[in-house]
């Protein structure tokens, strides 16, 4: 079989490794049957939200670089499916495997379609129900007319025959990302640029990327400021990894947050070492809340829902929506250990790959 797999943002290459990593060890004790190609699509360009993740992730580099950048929704999406084209013409595949829910997985599940080449979605069947987040389009899109579906949860597969697709078609594996995850606990790596005033073990992590938080000044800042007030009350610190969307609002706020520490976007194995050692997470990232379940940090989701039920009905997550005004009440439970233990979903095991790799060979 000859396969291209695609990466285009963040946390694509998290899902993306372990399935290299089950492919190549597969052609080192002599099984050939799977060929396969990487193509990044640029869609993240930054040197910490992109090539540093091969490294650290010990992945080769992609095969393909097609470059897109930055851009509008569309500008994006339309400059991948134009340069994807022509990759794929110039290099006849038998399955194109995307990823998640980036503008790269629509746009590259759209152009295989239409030149005729079968596509397999990791993490299909998703959903948050909020038609207003671009990764929603991204997942129905892609959803309603790719060929095969490797999901994360029974859930997900359900909501997949609800609209049309083959069960046959549809394979509950687990979760890449927690592949990914268990892999690599060992060599998490303490972030060098941490004030000595943020004690391991002693601090929250806070990220915040999704519109809805981050792009209206007045709203940003009052969202911080609650949480600022709590962490102050209790003489905790916060570390505030800011996305580079985040970090364009803030740069137009005269004011500062004492308790809350901004830094840089972090490597992925230093932010996995931040997220370990901290005593919770307030997020309004989807991934993140995986991580947090797994490894039994609390975690609050400043959002109104989730395409991720099982982190909550089983894992360590908590929706607070944009009831800003719980935010106290619920850093106070975290800090002061009452948070819920949760679980880890069935199949969340770090075998994913291996299944996914299984009936990649049946197909």
């Not at 084209?85 to 038998?94: S, W």
């Not at 995850?181 to 391991?200: D, G, R, S, W």
């Not at 800011?242 to 803030?250: D, E, K, S, Y």
């Not at 949760?342 to 994913?352: E, F, S, V, Y």
């Given at each position: 079989?000859?396969?291209?797999?695609?990466?285009?943002?963040?946390?694509?290459?998290?899902?993306?490794?372990?399935?290299?990593?089950?492919?190549?060890?597969?052609?080192?004790?002599?099984?050939?049957?799977?060929?396969?190609?990487?193509?990044?699509?640029?869609?993240?360009?930054?040197?910490?939200?992109?090539?540093?993740?091969?490294?650290?992730?010990?992945?080769?580099?992609?095969?393909?670089?097609?470059?897109?950048?930055?851009?509008?929704?569309?500008?994006?999406?339309?400059?991948?499916?134009?340069?994807?084209?022509?990759?794929?013409?110039?290099?006849?595949?038998?399955?194109?495997?995307?990823?998640?829910?980036?503008?790269?997985?629509?746009?590259?599940?759209?152009?295989?379609?239409?030149?005729?080449?079968?596509?397999?979605?990791?993490?299909?069947?998703?959903?948050?129900?909020?038609?207003?987040?671009?990764?929603?389009?991204?997942?129905?899109?892609?959803?309603?007319?790719?060929?095969y579906f490797f999901t994360t949860s029974e859930g997900a597969g359900k909501?997949?025959?609800?609209t049309g697709a083959k069960e046959e078609s549809i394979f509950f594996v687990?979760?890449?990302?927690?592949?990914?995850?268990?892999?690599?606990?060992?060599?998490?790596?303490?972030?060098?640029?941490?004030?000595?005033?943020?004690?391991?073990?002693?601090?929250?992590?806070?990220?915040?990327?999704?519109?809805?938080?981050?792009?209206?000044?007045?709203?940003?800042?009052?969202?911080?400021?609650?949480?600022?007030?709590?962490?102050?009350?209790?003489?905790?610190?916060?570390?505030?990894?800011?996305?580079?969307?985040?970090?364009?609002?803030?740069?137009?706020?005269?004011?500062?947050?004492?308790?809350?520490?901004?830094?840089?976007?972090?490597?992925?194995?230093?932010?996995?070492?931040?997220?370990?050692?901290?005593?919770?997470?307030?997020?309004?990232?989807?991934?993140?809340?995986?991580?947090?379940?797994?490894?039994?940090?609390?975690?609050?989701?400043?959002?109104?829902?989730?395409?991720?039920?099982?982190?909550?009905?089983?894992?360590?997550?908590?929706?607070?929506?944009?009831?800003?005004?719980?935010?106290?009440?619920?850093?106070?439970?975290?800090?002061?250990?009452?948070?819920?233990?949760?679980?880890?979903?069935?199949?969340?095991?770090?075998?994913?790959?291996?299944?996914?790799?299984?009936?990649?060979?049946?197909?």
């Amino acid at each position: 079989m000859r396969l291209v797999i695609v990466a285009g943002a963040r946390p694509n290459f998290m899902k993306i490794a372990p399935l290299v990593h089950a492919i190549n060890r597969r052609r080192d004790s002599g099984d050939t049957s799977i060929g396969f190609k990487i193509v990044h699509t640029g869609q993240h360009y930054d040197e910490k939200m992109s090539n540093a993740f091969f490294r650290e992730l010990n992945i080769p580099a992609p095969d393909h670089n097609l470059e897109v950048g930055s851009g509008t929704q569309s500008e994006q999406t339309g400059m991948i499916m134009t340069r994807f084209e022509k990759f794929l013409q110039e290099n006849p595949t038998d399955l194109v495997l995307v990823v998640g829910d980036v503008n790269s997985t629509m746009a590259c599940t759209i152009t295989a379609k239409k030149l005729n080449v079968r596509v397999a979605h990791v993490e299909a069947g998703i959903r948050s129900g909020d038609m207003t987040m671009p990764e929603e389009i991204n997942r129905i899109v892609t959803d309603s007319i790719c060929d095969y579906f490797f999901t994360t949860s029974e859930g997900a597969g359900k909501n997949l025959v609800q609209t049309g697709a083959k069960e046959e078609s549809i394979f509950f594996v687990g979760n890449t990302m927690i592949d990914t995850l268990l892999y690599q606990t060992p060599n998490f790596k303490k972030p060098a640029f941490i004030p000595t005033e943020v004690k391991e073990g002693d601090y929250l992590v806070l990220t915040l990327h999704r519109p809805h938080n981050v792009d209206d000044p007045q709203k940003l800042r009052g969202l911080l400021e609650s949480i600022n007030a709590e962490l102050t009350r209790h003489n905790v610190r916060a570390v505030f990894p800011v996305h580079p969307r985040t970090r364009g609002v803030l740069s137009k706020m005269d004011v500062t947050f004492p308790a809350i520490y901004l830094t840089d976007p972090m490597s992925y194995l230093e932010f996995m070492y931040l997220i370990k050692h901290s005593r919770g997470v307030i997020t309004d990232s989807g991934g993140v809340t995986e991580e947090t379940t797994v490894m039994g940090i609390p975690c609050m989701t400043l959002r109104n829902s989730t395409e991720r039920p099982e982190t909550v009905t089983v894992g360590t997550n908590e929706l607070i929506g944009e009831h800003h005004d719980k935010i106290p009440a619920k850093v106070q439970v975290m800090l002061e250990g009452g948070w819920k233990k949760g679980r880890i979903p069935a199949l969340w095991d770090g075998k994913t790959a291996e299944r996914i790799v299984d009936i990649l060979k049946r197909l």
